[in-house]
């Protein structure tokens, strides 16, 4: 009778122990699907702040693509009124001599009026993402300079001008890991820098002892942080790193993202 009442026992006991772990296990399970529920909510918001800011910069890029446009097809009209009125006017020389200057005069001041207005946008250029912004400024100070010495009509300038715009709107859709230097201090220093779309920059150096990400200053500016001392912030962007430059198994990473305080 004992014996009995002893075994009982141990198969209560035992019982008790597997429930135990059995609901440790569901708690664990719970909490990993919480912090992938979390970690999905929060890409999605940085997603969603990213596409609100493109959103912005490609609304104010198409206005003033659209105001170029106008003026453009505005001289287009003036110029098919003047020669019309050229054709008209041919058997009076003077005339049409005057009319002729009147014309050539109006296209200056208009060549003249466009190279302006692009060298406007010049310093939009300069405060956007530092991703090749002095090849875009150059480019853009060429078009306006050919234009103020009248070397290039007005439809060739606006159309290059243009191009320029649409390639900094298609660098909001890309990723690129490329290799290159970046100024450490007084050092100019190797590595692999990875962009992601218009919103992040990641370096790491070849030796793997400078870790650096591109971060938003106060005054709205862009600055790389060297976070070499940081163990933690190393460990992720190398592992952000290896991910991008395929030397991992793809899988979700945590990229360092300034948000404008708009977007919070």
Not at 34 to 61: C, I, M, P, Q
Request: hydrophobic share 40%; charged share 30%.
């Amino acid at each position: 009778m004992k014996f009995h009442l002893l075994t009982k026992i141990f198969l209560c006991l035992s019982l008790a122990g597997v429930v135990s772990q059995a609901q440790e296990t569901v708690e664990s399970v719970r909490h990993q699907i919480k912090a992938v529920e979390a970690e999905t909510a929060r890409e999605k918001s940085l997603h969603d702040t990213e596409k609100k800011r493109h959103a912005e910069f490609v609304e104010v890029g198409r206005k003033k693509v659209q105001a170029l446009a106008s003026q453009n097809k505005t001289l287009k009209a003036e110029i098919d009124s003047l020669k019309a009125e050229l054709q008209n006017l041919a058997n009076v020389r003077q005339k049409s001599l005057g009319t002729v200057k009147y014309f050539e005069n109006r296209r200056a001041k208009y060549g003249e009026s466009l190279a302006m207005v692009i060298d406007s946008l010049i310093p939009v250029f300069e405060s956007d993402f530092p991703y090749r912004n002095e090849e875009t400024v150059k480019s853009v100070q060429e078009i306006a300079n050919q234009l103020h010495k009248g070397l290039i009509e007005a439809d060739d300038g606006l159309n290059r001008v243009l191009e320029v715009f649409y390639d900094r709107i298609r660098l909001g859709y890309t990723t690129e890991v490329y290799k290159g230097f970046l100024q450490v201090d007084a050092r100019s220093v190797p590595g692999t820098y990875l962009r992601y779309g218009a919103v992040a920059s990641i370096f790491v150096s070849n030796d793997g002892n400078d870790v650096l990400w591109l971060a938003r200053t106060a005054d709205g500016g862009y600055a790389w942080k060297n976070v070499s001392d940081n163990l933690a912030m190393r460990t992720v962007l190398k592992d952000v790193m290896k991910v991008a430059e395929g030397k991992t198994a793809p899988r979700l990473v945590m990229i360092p993202v300034t948000i404008p305080k708009e977007g919070k």
